[in-house]
């Protein structure tokens, strides 16, 4: 079996990227995160200032991909039924039936989630996880693929309700989306002032979901995965990786979905990149955007300015990751997966 996708796959990646560029300037890094949610049917956490294309992103991909978009705008008056749905009184028949709620779409955009109360909040995480809503004991399955892409706005805490560190842990990545060079934003003011770019959708959620699976299929290496277990291992006991002085800076580490999360992004970013099997920076890469929302500082961190993305940095300084594998070995251990 060849250790290279499909070449319809590496197509198909290249055109759905090339149809979200014609509108989206920039922003590559989120875009690519995104990419990766979509194929691990992971969730996205993102934070950044109003007018990064957040919206622009995900309502472009859903075009592309022809999957519904939903754009939910999390308000303090919410409550869990604005989400999910509710049961209606018909007066005419006299009987109750269904409204089913925004959640109910492939892409669906939560936008400021942490300006909704816990209620509102947990509904949300509750679906993220079971994909699934329960209304009046009747069970309603949410579309597949189900991605969710909340965020959260750095610049203003008046009004907000943070989100609490075991619900935050459902999802998969949390990325920081930057202002964009000047070059970029000059782009962006010629595109925006001009002509607006036709998108063509160049898939569907059938082929969607045939990506997914192949997706899975990526080999990844053991000792990926040992690297992936102890990086998270490092976040609950640093003096195991030789960092005892970090110790006090870290209230509570990361969960096993951290692990789980590293491997799943590191599949899906082997398959982005052209490979059926995945290599050390593939792992690395990933470390920061599943760690930083996962792992709890201490008030003593927080006290000496010290940030989440400092420790990781010293915890990835700290933790070697494996030599890479060698291709030949990964496209035999990819075969072999293949024919079992």
């Known amino acids: 079996m060849s250790d290279q996708p499909h070449p319809s796959t590496a197509a198909l990646m290249e055109r759905i990227l090339y149809e979200v560029k014609r509108v989206v300037v920039g922003q590559d890094r989120f875009l690519e995160r995104v990419l990766i949610a979509l194929l691990s049917q992971g969730h996205l956490l993102v934070e950044g200032v109003p007018g990064l294309a957040k919206t622009l992103t995900v309502k472009t991909l859903a075009r ?42 492939n892409l669906l955009l939560a936008d400021e989630i942490n300006r909704a109360p816990a209620k509102v909040q947990s509904a949300l995480l509750e679906v993220m996880q ?27 805490t008046e009004g907000t309700y943070p989100l609490p560190e075991a619900q935050v842990d459902r999802f ?96 899906a970013l082997a398959l982005l990149r052209g490979r059926r099997y995945a290599l050390p920076e593939d792992v690395t890469d990933l470390v920061p955007d599943v760690l930083r929302h996962r792992v709890v500082l201490s008030y003593e961190a927080l006290a000496s300015d010290i940030s989440t993305d400092t420790v990781i940095q010293r915890l990835l300084a700290a933790v070697p990751a494996p030599d890479k594998p060698l291709v030949t070995s990964a496209a035999e251990a990819a075969g072999a997966l293949k024919r079992v």
């Open 64 to 105: 592309t991909t022809r999957g519904s978009f939903k754009r939910i705008q999390f308000t303090p008056d919410l409550v869990p039924a604005d989400l999910v749905g509710t049961r209606i009184y018909n007066p005419r028949s006299g009987e109750f039936g269904t409204s089913l709620g925004p959640v109910f779409a």
């Open 130 to 156: 079971e994909r699934q809503v329960t209304i009046a004991g009747e069970t309603h399955k949410v579309p597949e693929p189900f991605v969710v892409m909340a965020t959260q706005n750095p610049i203003e």
């Open 172 to 267: 998969m990545m949390k990325v920081l989306v930057d202002y964009p060079s000047e070059e970029e934003e000059f782009v962006i003011a010629q595109r925006v002032t001009g002509e607006p770019a036709a998108v063509s959708a160049v898939t569907d959620m059938h082929e969607l979901a045939a990506l997914q699976r192949e997706c899975r299929a990526v080999y990844c290496d053991p000792s990926l995965m040992q690297y992936a277990v102890r990086m998270v291992a490092a976040t609950r006991n640093p003096a195991k990786a030789g960092l005892a002085e970090m110790a006090p800076w870290i209230t509570y580490g990361a969960s096993p979905r951290a692990t789980i999360g590293m491997i799943e992004g590191a599949k």
